[in-house]
């Protein structure tokens, strides 16, 4: 079982966030660890050369990864989505 591991920024986002919006959010983060092979809608190598997927949620596009060395699904960003 893999746990999720938030970037100090994605924290700092989600906690200015409603109550409910925060739930709906870790619901996603949750569901990401709990299936750590699920593809991306998009995905890009960031300069360390790490897969890194985006999925959408609502309105936003939420960036990870899994560390499967430590069992962990980090997650690296969290950006308004422009459609």
Known sequence: MYRYVLDESVAES????????????????RTLADNPSLPGDQGFKDSLGRDIRKKKLDRWLISYWPDHAVKEMRIVGVQKSKT
């Not at 989600?14 to 919006?21: D, F, H, N, P, W």
């Open 14 to 29: 989600i906690l200015t966030l409603s109550a409910r919006q925060r739930k709906r959010f870790i619901q996603f983060f």
